[in-house]
């Protein structure tokens, strides 16, 4: 089992930046992808951004690329979600994910952040 928890959420003026952080624990090294989406009340769910543990390969959602970053740290063990020039569309829960090494199934979920963007 795997352990995720959001954190860094919050309100921020538009054009502002934030940096969400999220902790992965227990079998951290049965997973391979961790990826962020967000989601709006009566919403889809949208993909972010996603990050192999091992080769560090990359991938973003097209709308998105060019304001927000993901990465990881050395341990691979907290994700980050930097997001600048932020706009009042960005507000959203924002949940990091995981996969195992099975599959590309997102697996494993935080109980997300939220962040709020105002004009």
């Known amino acids: 089992q795997v352990q995720l928890v959001e954190s860094g959420g919050g309100s921020v003026q538009t054009g502002g930046s934030l940096r969400l952080s999220c902790a992965a624990s227990g079998r951290t090294s049965t997973t391979g992808t961790m990826a962020w989406f967000r989601q709006t009340p009566g919403k889809d769910r949208d993909f972010i951004a996603s990050?192999?543990?091992?080769?560090?390969?990359?991938d973003y959602a097209a709308s998105l690329k060019g304001r927000f970053a993901i990465s990881l740290d050395d341990a691979k063990t907290t994700l980050y979600l930097q997001m600048n020039g932020l706009k009042p569309d960005d507000t959203a829960v924002y949940h990091c994910?995981?996969?195992?090494?099975?599959?590309?199934?997102?697996?494993?979920w935080g109980l997300g952040t939220q962040v709020i963007v105002f004009t």
């Open positions: 990050i192999d543990r091992t080769s560090g390969i990359t």
């Open positions: 994910a995981a996969t195992t090494l099975f599959g590309p199934e997102y697996m494993f």
